[in-house]
């Protein structure tokens, strides 16, 4: 299991608790803060309405007493008339209780006599001695009897009473008045969150002197009532206690197992006592309602909350799910190979280190590709060539031993990690993949190139491990046949040979390090005469002359080449122009052009330019360029030596038949010059006949389609001569002329001496 992968599953795990979690916490607090907050609104709101109704009977007890204190100060005010008339005249009598009603606002004002006859404003006389308020004010006491029934016009009215004093403070009488205006019920501002609530009015000695109309709480007297609110409370300490709540208290009481809040207030400017009294579910059902309605929103906000969180859960699952399958896709795509459903080199690099790690067995890497596999795949497209990948994967997977892993590392490449024991068994393992590919694809001749790198170092990452086993392949590449090499460490020191070089070859560049050296051409027949040159480079670098195979392959794979070549071809230019100036008809110089050119966009018009530039006809240069350059793109090829044809060049296949030569390419390619390979001359003695028939072939074929021939490496007389009898018509080689300084070819081909 790959460590990102596990990592990313785990972050994502993580990251679903961590938001499950965080919401789940966010819910828990909006709801434990609610739980903690109702409880505290509760009481606030319970506060709150303790002393609204505690204003509430403030302002009531103030209102009833300026009502009771108006009227019964004007009532005793008016009294003190009676002490200056003859209260037996009635028609005094009934003239005094005009004038102060008609001075007052009581709607009726009456007199009564000790005898308990009132004489009334309204002129009526009778005996009122059986009314309470009456019997009240001829004992000397001031009173109220709100909402009683009016005699006269038998309406609800409050009476006040007060009684009448002589001058030597006898009580004459009793004076009575009632209300015109309203009755002190109307009086009453009290309304504390409730439909129903009740007071009584107590006099100083707890005598109820007031209770609301229809008072449903049956208290009868203030003993009742403060023994509601202390049990032990004595009837005879009723005055005393009356005068201690008096002073605006605050008591909670239960009345047939009701909770009632009950409010005491002294009436002012009196000594009564007002108490109101509020059944406490009636004084909170606002604040109930409150509570009520935040309880609701508690509960939908919580079940929204809980819903949000299921939704969330389940969308995190969703896509929890979709992630999991994505990076399962993903791991199959990093670790299965697309083509050959085997290990990817991931995979590969990892059950490297756990091998490398966990055992102690020898172990070596091994990198394996087929040459050239380009070809394989222009010749049978690229599904065929997946192909012969898929059958190189099933050989390798059959011939690797059981504690062994492979993995193709891309395009045709495999690497193979194997055990072994002794060095044999490598060999023999190469050997075994080789001989099977040969056994197994016949459509094709394939040449296999294997290196292998014994590990020496375990804790060599498996990134070099496989750059050794590959520098040991590119030892062998491009072979005649399939071979394998061991990595040895001189691989090692021609990569940092190569690093100086690179680190040099611009410098060198500049400074006119590489040099042409021109090889001769001369025609095979009767006459063996100069008739051109082949331009190649030499490097002298500190004195030494650097052949150009050490440099040139780090070129091309560098790119470096291309602007050599464009150096050399400049130097050439400037060679034929200056023959030209001195009078001469200057032979044909062939310039190697890297493969690398082929692709790029205005390459020959780069030529032309040149050629331009030192006002040289394009007929005097010749471009050389390897068959091999075939392989990486056929028409590209075609196209760029019409190209480079149709301005005047000549044109030439270089190392003809060392690849795939292929003779079609004759028929396709537009050349004018093929240069047979010298390989086709260093053959087996055996063999030389063959290649003499296959030289001669060439050439017939050749001349047919009026192509010259040249062959390359002649190194005897017997090669000329039998190049000669093969109708080959120019040759190259060292039998004739080795490549040499410029003044040398100069001298050879133009007689210059020391120019
Ligand atoms: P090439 O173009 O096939 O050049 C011919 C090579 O054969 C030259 O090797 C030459 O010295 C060698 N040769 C000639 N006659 C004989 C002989 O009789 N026997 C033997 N054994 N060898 C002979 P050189 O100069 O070492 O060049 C090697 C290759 O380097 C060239 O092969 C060419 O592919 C490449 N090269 C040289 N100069 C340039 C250049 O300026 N640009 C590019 N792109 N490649 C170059
Ligand atoms: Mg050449
Ligand atoms: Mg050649």
């Not at 072979?479 to 690093?499: G, H």
Request: aromatic share 10%; hydrophobic share 40%; proline share 2%.
């Amino acid at each position: 299991m790959n460590k990102r992968f596990s990592a990313i599953r785990d972050s994502l795990k993580n990251t679903e608790f961590f938001f499950i979690g965080v919401l789940a916490f966010v819910i828990l607090s909006i709801a434990g803060s609610l739980m903690i907050y109702i409880p505290s609104i509760s009481s606030d709101i319970r506060e709150h309405a303790e002393r609204e109704m505690n204003d509430a009977v403030i302002s009531n007890s103030s209102a009833v007493g300026s009502y009771f204190s108006n009227k019964i100060l004007l009532l005793n005010a008016a009294s003190s008339q009676f002490s200056e008339i003859d209260i037996t005249d009635m028609e005094k009598v009934l003239e005094t209780v005009r004038g102060i009603q008609e001075n007052s606002s009581f709607r009726h004002v009456g007199f009564t006599g000790m005898d308990g006859v009132t004489v009334s404003s309204t002129g009526s006389v009778e005996n009122t001695s059986n009314r309470q308020f009456v019997q009240a004010g001829l004992s000397g006491n001031f009173n109220v009897s709100p909402h009683v029934t009016c005699d006269f016009d038998h309406k609800y009215t409050d009476m006040f009473t007060v009684p009448v004093f002589d001058a030597s403070g006898n009580i004459i009488g009793a004076l009575t008045g009632d209300s015109s205006e309203f009755s002190l019920v109307d009086y009453m501002l009290l309304d504390v969150g409730g439909s129903f609530n009740c007071f009584f009015i107590f006099d100083s000695v707890g005598d109820v002197v007031y209770n609301t109309p229809g008072n449903e709480v049956g208290i009868g007297s203030a003993d009742n009532l403060l023994s509601l609110i202390d049990s032990d409370v004595d009837s005879k300490d009723v005055e005393y206690l009356l005068n201690s709540l008096n002073r605006r208290t605050f008591k909670r009481l239960e009345i047939r197992g009701r909770e009632y809040m009950a409010s005491f207030i002294e009436v002012f400017n009196s000594e009564w006592t007002f108490v109101a009294i509020v059944p406490s579910d009636e004084a909170f059902i606002a604040f109930r309602n409150i509570l009520t309605l935040t309880a609701i929103l508690v509960v939908i906000v919580t079940l929204l909350q809980l819903t949000a969180l299921v939704i969330v859960t389940v969308r995190i699952g969703i896509v929890k799910s979709d992630v999991e399958k994505l990076i399962g896709d993903s791991e199959q795509m990093f670790y299965v190979d697309s083509i050959t459903g085997g290990d990817t080199i991931e995979r590969f690099r990892e059950n490297y280190s756990v091998v490398r790690t966990n055992t102690a067995a020898n172990h070596a890497i091994m990198a394996l590709d087929v040459d050239r596999f380009k070809a394989v795949n222009d010749m049978f497209g690229y599904e065929g060539g997946n192909d012969i990948i898929r059958t190189i994967s099933g050989i390798i997977e059959r011939s690797i031993g059981k504690n062994d892993f492979y993995a193709r590392g891309g395009g045709d490449l495999f690497y193979i990690c194997a055990e072994f024991g002794d060095k044999s068994e490598l060999t023999d393992l190469a050997e075994r993949i080789m001989s099977d590919v040969d056994y197994q694809i016949t459509d094709v001749k394939l040449n296999l190139s294997i290196g292998i790198y014994i590990i020496d170092d375990p804790h060599l990452r498996s990134r070099v491990a496989a750059d050794r086993a590959d520098m040991a392949r590119d030892s062998v590449k491009n072979t005649k046949s399939s071979s394998c090499a061991f990595f040895d460490s001189s691989m090692l020191e021609r990569i940092r040979r190569e690093k100086r070089i690179e680190d040099i070859m611009e410098d060198s560049l500049a400074l006119g390090e590489f040099n042409v050296y021109l090889q001769p051409k001369y025609s095979l027949g009767e006459k063996n005469e100069v008739v051109g040159a082949e331009a190649l480079v030499r490097w002298k670098h500190d004195g030494k002359l650097i052949p150009p195979g050490d440099f040139i392959p780090l070129f091309e794979r560098n790119g470096f080449v291309t602007k050599l070549d464009f150096y050399m071809f400049e130097e050439v230019c400037k060679l034929q122009k200056k023959y030209i100036s001195m009078g001469f008809d200057p032979k044909v110089i062939s310039v190697n052009m890297s493969r690398l050119h082929i692709n790029r966009v205005g390459f020959v018009d780069e030529l032309v330019a040149i050629c331009e530039k030192y006002e040289i006809d394009t007929k005097y240069i010749e471009i050389e360029i390897t068959e091999s350059a075939a392989y990486e793109n056929m028409e590209s090829l075609r196209d760029i030596f019409r190209e480079i044809k149709s301005k005047g060049f000549h044109v030439s296949i270089d190392d003809f038949g060392t690849g795939y030569s292929s003779l079609n390419m004759l028929k396709d390619l537009p050349v004018d010059v093929i240069k047979i390979d010298r390989s086709f001359l260093t053959e087996q003695a055996d063999e030389s006949e063959n290649a003499s028939i296959v030289i001669a072939c060439l050439v017939m074929l050749a001349t047919n389609l009026n192509i010259h021939t040249i062959c390359e490496g002649i190194e005897t007389r017997v090669q000329a001569d039998l190049l000669t009898k093969l109708g080959c018509e120019m040759a190259q080689g060292f039998f004739f002329a080795r490549p040499m300084p410029v003044p040398d070819y100069e001298k050879l081909t133009y007689g210059l001496e020391g120019k």
